[in-house]
Structures are given as C-alpha cells and as structure tokens.
C-alpha cells in the first residue's frame, strides 16, 4: 500500500487524495523509478484544467514520452503508449486473483469528476468513453485519431488490475467471445446449406380460391365491358 506523500498516511480508495491531510497524490508516476519533465510545455490541453499539459520522459529503458497536467495529474497516452507502458510495467503474472480483482473494480471516482464526455487534447473534439478490459473499473475517454485520457489514479488502478490478472482474464473472455461467435457463424452455414438444398426439391405451392379470385379479377372486368358496350 502507499503512503502520503506529505503526512504519511497510508492511502486506500483511488489512491489519489490522503483522507487525512486531503494532499493529492501523484502516485501514478510514482511507480516509475525516474521520470523528467521536457521543456517547452505540449501544446496539448488537459480536457479537465484547460491549462497546457507537460511532456514526461518515463526513461523505460529508452525514451518514452507521455504528456499530463501537473494540476489534476491526468495523463494522456498517444495510440499504443499505454498498452506498451503497462507490459513493460507490469510482468510475471501467471494467475488470476478473483478477490483481488473485485477490489479493483469496486473502486469508485464519482465524486471526483462528474459523468461526462470532455475534449481531446489533441483536436478538441469529443472523445468517446471506453471500458478499458473486464473488471478494471476503469473508464477512460479515447480518441481514437490521438490517444486515450486517464484520470489521475486510474493508472495506478489498471497496475493493480493486471497485476490480479486482469488482462488475463480479459483475454479469456475475449477467447470464448470469437468461440461462440464462431459457433454461430457455422451454425448458420449448416441452416443455409440445408434451405438451399430443401428449396430445390420444394413443391411449387398449389393456388388457393383466393389467389384464383386475383389472378381472374381482369378477365371478368373485360367480361363486364364487354356485356354492356
């Protein structure tokens, strides 16, 4: 568990404000060893604060620039960095921890920032809000020509999620998703290969009085013109 980094105090919930001393936390960066901040300041406006975002160096190894706010803590990955951040950060997962996970999901950021969708930092346009794998708890906002917006602490919360298998467990889904889909789609060409060959051999369906009545509707109309010329 982490500490605040002001008075001490053990941190739960969203990891992010220390109950006691109400400091927010910048506890997502945190879990990277070194990391500096590259001047000038991004262009990139943080969706939350509407102040220029910075652009960080995480150093994994090589150089790995993400931007975020030095105000709310947000972070913003390009396409790609995030999930290529998290497999570096996050290894040696052999299992899924069903107790661990519910954990994760159940933490809750309402009171945080109300439900809404805000603006890329890139282009301004509204991005879309996405459900970042099975039971991670995380929603972020992504758009999907500039990158994905997280929340300060929500970083922090995905960690944790792979760490109790979380992407595992996604993988898994995401498995037995393409099985049934694929079930179904070979049901289906087993039930058009069978109507194919069931409509060859169909009968031709006898007429019935009513379909007699519409197929000698023109024939009596002459009649009747005829009769009384």
Request: proline share 5%.
């Amino acid at each position: 568990m982490a500490n605040c980094k002001n008075c001490g105090a053990p941190l739960s919930g969203t990891l992010l404000t220390c109950e006691y001393c109400r400091t927010r936390q910048d506890v997502d960066l945190s879990l990277v060893h070194r990391f500096t901040v590259e001047e000038p300041c991004s262009k990139r406006i943080c969706p939350r604060c509407h102040i220029p975002l910075q652009t960080v160096d995480l150093r994994l190894g090589e150089k790995f620039l993400i931007e975020r706010c030095e105000r709310c803590l947000g972070l913003f990955f390009d396409p790609g960095e995030l999930e290529a951040f998290l497999n570096k950060a996050v290894t040696n997962v052999h299992a899924i921890d069903p107790q661990r996970l519910n954990e994760v999901q159940n933490v809750k950021r309402r009171h945080e920032y109300p439900v809404t969708y805000i603006d890329c930092p890139v282009c301004r346009r509204l991005m879309n809000r996405i459900n970042l794998g099975s039971r991670s708890g995380v929603i972020a906002d992504q758009c999907r020509e500039h990158g994905l917006w997280l929340d300060g602490g929500e970083l922090r919360q995905l960690m944790e999620w792979m760490k109790a298998g979380g992407k595992m467990l996604h993988r898994e889904k995401e498995l037995e998703m393409a099985r049934l889909e694929l079930e179904q789609e070979k049901k289906k060409v087993q039930f058009d290969r069978i109507d194919a060959a069931f409509s060859h051999t169909r009968p031709e369906p006898s007429r019935g009085p009513q379909d007699m009545d519409i197929t000698l509707l023109p024939l009596i109309g002459r009649l009747v013109r005829w009769m009384f010329r």
